[in-house]
């Protein structure tokens, strides 16, 4: 299976912008439908967006739709995640995840991915 790695965290004013990256190895990556979720400190881990495996199809949690958009780029084996018009309550460590697909599927449970990334912090300030 794949393995994850997240990149493009940061500390950022409310407002502000990010691009969070997530890289995975293997030759597999186009048979994963991906996700990305985050946890604030004190909270469960939430869903954030999600995008089937060849990149046709989106989900948002109602709290990033219209500021996130998650795409995602094959050919490098890569998911990204773009944060537009950031919020305080942004505040979490973000997680990309992967789940092994066949139908074109949307996955937006955290128990339905079996391959996580270890995080990358994105801090608000106010």
């Known amino acids: 299976q794949v393995q994850l790695v997240e990149s493009g965290g940061g500390l950022v004013q409310a407002g502000g912008s990010l691009r969070l990256s997530c890289a995975a190895s293997g030759r597999t990556f186009s048979s994963y439908a991906m996700g990305w979720f985050r946890q604030a400190p004190g909270k469960e881990r939430e869903y954030v967006a999600a995008?089937?495996?060849?990149?046709?199809?989106?989900y948002y949690a109602d709290s990033v739709k219209g500021r996130f958009t998650i795409s995602r780029d094959n050919a490098n084996n890569t998911v990204y995640l773009q944060m537009i018009n950031l919020k305080p309550e942004d505040t979490a460590i973000y997680y990309c995840?992967?789940?092994?697909?066949?139908?074109?599927?949307?996955?937006?449970?955290?128990?339905?991915?079996?391959?996580w990334g270890q995080g990358t912090q994105v801090t608000v300030s106010s």
């Open positions: 995840a992967g789940q092994r697909d066949y139908s074109g599927n949307l996955y937006a449970r955290r128990n339905e991915y079996a391959v």
């Open positions: 995008i089937t495996r060849n990149g046709g199809r989106t």
